[in-house]
Every structure is written in C-alpha cells, then in structure tokens.
C-alpha cells in the first residue's frame, strides 16, 4: 500500500470520527434548544400538542429517535451533568432515555442514587446499560415490562406477532420442551409454544372437563368412590345432565361414578335401547 493510500485511509477515518463529534455537537445543541422549547412550550403556539410531536410532525426525526430527545431533555433539566457527558461521548441519547423511562418507572429512587446511576452507565453499551439498571431496579420485571413492552401484531389474517421478552431460566425451559418434542415434528418456537398450550389447557383448563384439575376435584369431592353405591372399581367421571342433553362441563355437573352405576344411569336417560349399541 503506497503512502498515499494510507494519507486518504486516515483522512477517512479523521473525517469520520469530526463528523461523529458534529453529531454529538450538534444533539448537545438540539436538546438546549428543546429546552426553552419546552419550558415556555412553543410547540402548543404551533398548534402541537406535545414537545414530542413536535419533534416528529416539525422537525422530522423518526418516532424512536423524539422519544429520546425528549426523555433526553427532560433528564438534562433536571440533570444538567448529562449536558457534558452527551457532548463528550461518554454517553449517548439512547442511554440517558433509557435511564430517564428508568426512573419514571421507580419514582421512589432518591436523588443521589439517581445521580449514582446516571454516572455508572457512562461509556456503556446500549446492553451493557439495560443490564446495569437491571441491577439497580426494585422490580425487575416491572422495569422489563415497561421498557420491552410485549407487543402482538397483526402479520396476516390467520397469524401475528409476538413479541416478549424472557428470562434465561424460561428460555432454557422452553428449548428443554423443544428438543423433547422433535419427535413429534416441532423445530420451532412456534410449534413449541403451540404445543405447550395444548399440553397446558388439557391440565388447566376448568372448562375443559378431560382437565386434570377437574378431575381432581371430583375425585376429591366424591373421596374416590362412586356417588351412587360408593364402589372404588372402575371409576369415570360422568355428566349428570349429559352434554347430549345440553349439560356443561361445569364442576357442578360432573360426578365420579363407577363403570356399572355409570352404565345404568346412562340408560334411564337414553333408554335402554339406544344403550343396547354402546354397552356390551
Ligand atoms: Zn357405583
């Protein structure tokens, strides 16, 4: 590589790291001007509602990029430190707007351990950040919630997207239920997700009369002996009115009876018959 390659390779990155500095500068710049924007709110004088829109509908900036402005300038208000820090590099919008939703979210964060926490995020990455507050927040998962905020939308007619955000432990259990179910043809998150519901409404589900939880129930009600002549053989769980005739699944229509006491009041509501096909 000849010099003069070189000359215009860290002429390039000379350019590069001014230009970054401008930026810096000139966010430094935007967010004083903000400020007194917001302070005497002449937004609403142009017929905008919030300092927010403004930075949208006016100035253009996309919706990620006002939101942290505005948390930004709102911060350096309160903390005019952050000031120098944006303009020196060492932190940057994203950071201080996740700090300021931070303390929206724990309000009862006194002020020097604010102060603590503004200085400790300094020349973190935006990961390294959401870790530290991670650390310092009362509710984890309070602070998650509100900042990962779980999201489902529509992709298509038949399907959406979800959005949330896990614990490891979770993940680690979710991909346990996954490689245990590659058997059955389930590679995907999807198809584990959609297996794990199944799995769980059968368990759970206290409309779903095949529920082990119901089940239980019953047998406990009837202490494991059939209602009628109080048999510990063969026992079933049966509607009372049955789901032909418009019974539910509802806990109070179901009781533990045994296979013969089962068969016989079958067909005083069927008649014998219409039982005569089904019992042998
Ligand atoms: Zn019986």
Redesign the pocket.
């Given at each position: 590589m000849n010099n003069e390659n070189l000359t215009s390779e860290h002429s390039l990155i000379n350019k590069a790291e001014t230009l970054a500095k401008t930026l810096r500068e000139a966010e430094y710049n935007l967010i004083e001007c903000l400020q007194q924007i917001d302070q005497k709110r002449l937004y609403s004088n142009a017929g905008i509602k919030s300092l927010y829109n403004f930075c949208v509908e006016r100035l253009k900036m996309d919706e990620a990029r006002s939101y942290n402005f505005v948390k930004a300038t709102r911060m350096a208000k309160v903390y005019p430190a952050i000031n120098n820090k944006l303009i020196s590099g060492k932190t940057n919008l994203g950071n201080i707007s996740k700090v300021a939703t931070f303390f929206d979210n724990n309000p009862t964060i006194k002020k020097d351990e604010r102060e603590r926490i503004i200085e400790s995020v300094e020349n973190k990455t935006s990961k390294e950040c959401t870790a530290l507050l991670l650390l310092n927040g009362k509710s984890e998962s309070d602070f998650l919630r509100k900042t990962f905020q779980e999201i489902i939308r529509t992709v298509s007619s038949e399907h959406k997207r979800l959005s949330v955000t896990l614990h490891d432990e979770t993940i680690k259990r979710v991909d346990r239920i996954k490689n245990l179910s590659a058997h059955r043809g389930i590679f995907s998150y999807e198809k584990t997700i959609d297996f794990m519901a199944h799995v769980t409404l059968k368990k759970i589900d206290p409309t779903n009369s095949n529920s082990i939880a119901i089940k239980q129930r019953v047998w406990k009600r009837a202490n494991g002996a059939?209602?009628?002549?109080?048999?510990e053989f063969g026992l079933e769980i049966d509607h009372v009115v049955p789901l032909a005739k418009g019974g539910s699944n509802d806990f109070s229509n179901l009781r533990l009876?045994?296979k013969?006491?089962?068969q016989a009041e079958a067909i005083k509501v069927f008649g014998a018959e219409h039982m005569s096909k089904f019992l042998k």
């Open positions: 059939c209602e009628k002549c109080g048999s009876l045994c013969s006491c089962n």
